[in-house]
Each structure stands twice: as structure tokens, then as C-alpha cells.
């Protein structure tokens, strides 16, 4: 029984809902029928979203301009806290040794040798002007 029940109802439901459709589109051809209701409305529906696009990116750069120069203020604000340890030959070298590493680090060693070589045959199809766009059929 639920087995033909349930072969029965999709067609029951597409028919229902084509009925409505067809109803739907008579209501609205009675109400608009050269369709300028339908032009409006969907020329507005696409400039208001277009003008909220534009207002939300216009604030989104405002807000993260807001953001860098709040956080370049709390850079400058920041207060040095003077070390009064007097810090040994140790400590030193260890810092210079970081230092050393960190710049060294930064640009790599490259070998100044050119590996661009010329090549033997000058002659090549995509610099031929006779293949040029000008060119008249005969």
C-alpha cells in the first residue's frame, strides 16, 4: 500500500505544482503585461546590490586603515625599559653570533656566472614579417 502511495505522490505533487506556476504566471501577466514591472524590479534588484558592494568595500578599506594606524600608535607608544644588567663576555657573543647569522642569512651567495648562450639559427617563424596580418590573398 505505501508502495503505490509513494509512486503516486511525486506526480501528484508536480502536477499541483505546475498548476500553481500556471496560476501564478496568469495573476502576473494580468497585473504586468509588458513586463516594465518585471524590468524595474530586476534593474533595481541589481543597482542596489552593486551600491551595496561598493559601500561595503569602501568600508572595509576605511576599517583596515582604521586598524594599521591604531596598531602604529601602540607601536610608537611603546616605552623602552631600560636593562640595567651589566651582561657578561657570554651574553656578547652570543648576540653577535645571532646577529651575524640573521644578516647572513637575508641575501643568498649567488655565483655570477651568465648561462644565457646564443643560438646558431637566427631564423624564427615568429619574427618572419611575412606572416604578417597585413598580408592581401591573391
Known sequence: MN???A???????DSLTKSK???NSEKFIQI???GVGMTFIGMSVVFLSLLLLYILFFNITKIINLKLSLVKKEKSEKKQIPISINPDEEVYASIGLALHLHFSELHDKESTVLTI??????????SSKIYGLRQFPR
Request: net charge positive.
Open 3 to 5: 508502495f503505490i502511495l
Open 7 to 13: 509512486q503516486v505522490t511525486p506526480t501528484l505533487v
Open 21 to 23: 506556476i500556471h496560476q
Open 32 to 34: 504586468d503585461p509588458m
Open 117 to 126: 648562450n646564443k643560438v646558431a639559427r637566427t631564423y624564427s617563424p615568429w
